[in-house]
């Protein structure tokens, strides 16, 4: 899977594992703060057939998706939406942008009140995204 991606197998599929940024914002403040919780952290994995997932985790945008995505071309993208501590639907949707996956799926959201950013939203702001972008 070449240099610096060290094979591992669960249950018969053949995987590596790398980390990635991530950061996260107060939503009160707007300013970037680390939380008791720990660090930030995302991860690209890549499976042995060469499809390639990038977990943003808990994150909210940052230029260094572009790298990210320069580098490990992820064919899945899956981020965050909920817009607490995590990007909104419209700042994942310059996520999407910016990683340029073949697929996206987003996640953390709607599962209490504070995460208040829906699929739908996420839908339509990626349409604004790609109206700009093609203009």
Same mark, same amino acid.
């Given at each position: 899977? $070449?240099?610096?991606?060290?094979?591992?197998?669960?249950?018969?599929?053949?995987?590596?594992?790398? $980390?990635?940024?991530?950061?996260?914002?107060?939503?009160?403040?707007?300013?970037?703060?680390?939380?008791?919780?720990?660090?930030?952290?995302?991860? +690209? +994995?890549?499976?042995?057939?060469?499809?390639? +997932?990038?977990?943003?985790? /808990?994150?909210?945008?940052?230029? /260094?998706?572009?790298? &990210?995505? /320069? #580098? #490990?071309?992820? /064919?899945?993208?899956?981020?965050? &939406?909920?817009?607490?501590?995590?990007?909104?639907?419209?700042?994942?949707?310059?996520?999407?942008?910016?990683?340029?996956?073949? #697929?996206? &799926?987003?996640?953390?959201? $709607?599962?209490?009140?504070?995460?208040?950013?829906?699929?739908?939203?996420?839908?339509?702001?990626?349409?604004?995204?790609?109206?700009?972008?093609?203009?």
């Amino acid at each position: 899977m $070449g240099a610096g991606w060290p094979c591992r197998h669960v249950g018969g599929v053949g995987y590596s594992l790398a $980390g990635g940024g991530a950061a996260h914002e107060n939503p009160e403040t707007k300013k970037r703060e680390v939380h008791v919780g720990g660090e930030p952290v995302g991860f +690209i +994995i890549k499976l042995e057939n060469g499809f390639t +997932i990038y977990h943003t985790g /808990d994150t909210n945008v940052f230029s /260094d998706m572009k790298l &990210i995505s /320069d #580098y #490990y071309k992820p /064919d899945l993208l899956l981020l965050p &939406i909920g817009g607490h501590f995590t990007m909104d639907p419209k700042e994942a949707a310059l996520a999407t942008k910016l990683v340029n996956p073949k #697929y996206a &799926i987003p996640m953390h959201h $709607g599962t209490f009140p504070p995460l208040k950013g829906t699929p739908e939203e996420y839908k339509e702001a990626l349409g604004e995204t790609r109206h700009r972008s093609s203009s």
